[in-house]
């Protein structure tokens, strides 16, 4: 049973425009959600996160948002840039236990 | 303040072979864990540890690996004899008890290739 979904492995975009990334869950036990970036070769680095009490969690250029009626969050990014091209995984939080999506390749092109 | 070290980076060796990956957690940090990620797939979790006890082992394959945390520091996660689906990288990570937001810090990772 995956219990975080990132159906989109990946997502081309171009410089200074916005990049979206999208996430769904299916365990209401989630109390937060996470995201982390990966470069190659690295391990994952956190980058942002959301509590389940909230719809909109914002740091500079990234924000997230959390719809938990549909059970969906989104990664914005604005504006993309060349050094933001990593992989995009996304995380649900019960308390003791971090489930991770499979992952979206984000490619930031000039 | 110095990140989570993993060691060794990279190990090739052939099935039912052992080998053995070890885990020195950022200072401070109570609770560590192992996770794999096996190509295209998210990391999953193999072992929990807070200070020298197992939190959660409910996915660790235990016929064939094995984990420990000595004196509540570092770690090390063995696997004996190994398999071909078990090539992935193994990542070590660790966070502190208490955390607003859940965050994990990770360490490099440690790609096992088996042939």
């Known amino acids: 049973d995956q219990q975080v979904k990132q159906n989109s492995p990946s997502l081309s975009v171009q410089e200074g425009r916005i990049s979206i990334l999208n996430c769904d869950y299916t365990n209401s036990m989630f109390d937060y959600f996470l995201w982390y970036k990966k470069y190659p070769a690295e391990g994952p680095t956190f980058l942002i996160s959301?509590?389940?009490?909230?719809d909109k969690n914002e740091d500079g250029r990234f924000t997230v948002f959390l719809n938990k009626s549909a059970k969906h969050l989104s990664l914005h990014i604005v504006p993309s840039q060349p050094g933001d091209s990593a992989v995009y995984f996304c995380a649900g939080d019960t308390g003791s236990k971090l489930t991770f999506g499979t992952g979206t390749r984000l490619q930031v092109t000039l | 303040e110095a990140g989570v070290a993993q060691s060794p980076r990279y190990k090739i060796i052939e099935k039912r072979q052992s080998v053995a990956f070890w885990c020195n957690p950022i200072?401070?940090?109570?609770?560590l864990y192992w996770y794999q990620q096996i190509l295209g797939q998210g990391p999953k979790l193999l072992i929990q540890f807070q200070n020298n006890g197992v939190v959660d082992d409910s996915q660790l394959p235990k016929d064939r690996f094995s984990a420990e945390r000595l004196k509540g520091v570092d770690s090390t996660l063995k696997i004996q004899p190994a398999k071909l689906e078990d090539s992935a990288v193994y990542l070590c990570?660790?966070?502190?008890?208490?955390?607003?937001?859940?965050?994990?810090?990770f360490g490099e990772g440690s790609r096992l290739t088996v042939l």
């Open positions: 200072s401070g940090h109570a609770t």
């Open positions: 990570a660790s966070s502190l008890v208490l955390s607003d937001t859940g965050e994990l810090f």
């Open positions: 959301i509590s389940s009490i909230k």
